[in-house]
């Protein structure tokens, strides 16, 4: 599977001469299915020619280009990887594929730039959050999204350290104590060290953390058992942190599981920003400080002027956009020459830093093709 981050972000936007061509799928994950995968993919590199000499291109030069992906094609073993849609972009000198775990739309589509929409829900604003897995001798920082854990970002006391067997046996339980709080327990006599020490330990662990994630804006979640979690709260200082914990023993938990319980935490976080966006928006389109139409959207978006902006699933707005006259025409079938505007403003709004969610139709802010929330 190819994980997507912000290097593969970053190359998606990246300007590009010559045409690019997108081309996603669904994928059939059955063995006895599979074999479909490969004729499907044909169909679409097929398309994809057709448009490229339609263009202009050289066959030999357009034929070239989408060899990668007749390569794959050919495969005879299955490809997928247990993943559920396929993504493909083609340029000239550059062919990128990426496995991905939903669902994708069957299309080729051939512009200026890669076609990102049908990817929005892993590149937008809820696509990454953090995970700190805690426990009383070890810590590790992941980055994940729903569906994968993309990088570590910080593993101690030491990287790959087993802790010993002194520190196996200590445990964390909660129960008084002469100086208050939370104590460690072994199975020695003496063995007991205070939430002061604890405290001593999980700051540096913050720091470590702010550190890592300096400048991210990414939900924080802390994996641990739940009487660790208040000891964390009070030393962090990262500003995002996640107010509940994922509850349980990390160290006993897989990455995928590690991953799976953070995002039940996560998930209503992500959704509040969404709401708290969309309120903020309503607020300043009846203070006349919104982009309510594609044109204004695309100008904002362009010129790094927009915050947040909402653009709905399974919907095309075919056309051209006039940057130096401000004008858009959109169409309801693609004319030559023309690119799905939604993409456009998506693609302009990433690149600017700006949060995207793309979202069912029903759930924009107000009706209609685009919402912006912009900055000045």
Request: glycine residues 10%; hydrophobic residues 45%; proline residues 6%.
């Amino acid at each position: 599977m190819q994980l997507i981050g912000k290097e593969e972000v970053r190359e998606m936007l990246e300007p590009r001469e010559g045409p690019c061509v997108t081309i996603t799928m669904p994928l059939e994950r059955m063995s006895a299915k599979a074999r479909a995968n490969g004729t499907k993919l044909r169909n679409l590199l097929r398309q994809a020619l057709r448009s490229l000499l339609n263009g202009g291109m050289k066959r030999a030069e357009a034929e070239a280009m989408l060899e990668p992906g007749h390569a794959l094609a050919a495969e005879g073993a299955p490809w997928h990887e247990g993943m559920s849609g396929l993504a493909f972009h083609f340029a000239p000198g550059y062919a990128k594929k990426l496995l991905v775990p939903i669902s994708l739309p069957e299309l080729a589509v051939v512009g200026s730039r890669f076609y990102i929409k049908p990817l929005l829900s892993l590149l937008g604003a809820e696509a990454t959050f953090a995970v700190l897995a805690l426990s009383s001798n070890s810590h590790r920082l992941v980055r994940a999204t729903r569906f994968s854990t993309l990088a570590t970002l910080l593993e101690g006391p030491e990287e790959g350290r087993r802790p010993t067997r002194k520190e196996k046996q200590l445990q964390f339980r909660s129960a008084p104590s002469t100086s208050g709080g939370v104590v460690f327990h072994g199975h020695g006599a003496g063995d007991e060290l205070k939430k002061e020490e604890v405290t001593k330990a999980f700051r540096e662990v913050a720091r470590a953390v702010s550190e890592a994630l300096r400048g991210s804006q990414e939900p924080l979640v802390v994996a641990c058992v739940e009487y660790l979690f208040p000891l964390y709260r009070d030393v962090n200082n990262y500003p995002h942190l996640v107010g509940v914990c994922a509850a349980g023993n990390p160290d006993e938990w897989t990455d995928d599981e590690l991953r799976a319980r953070a995002w039940q935490v996560v998930e209503p976080v992500f959704g509040a920003g969404r709401m708290a966006a969309a309120q903020r928006y309503r607020e300043a389109r009846e203070a006349g400080k919104a982009a309510d139409n594609l044109g204004e959207c695309l100008l904002a978006a362009q010129e790094g002027r927009l915050e947040v902006l909402y653009v709905p699933v399974g919907i095309q707005a075919w056309g051209r956009f006039d940057s130096e006259a401000g004008r858009v025409e959109v169409r309801s079938e693609p004319a030559a020459g023309d690119e799905d505007l939604l993409n456009l403003a998506a693609a302009l709004a990433l690149a600017g830093g700006a949060a995207v969610y793309a979202v069912h139709p029903d759930e924009m802010p107000e009706h209609g093709l685009v919402a912006g929330l912009v900055r000045y």
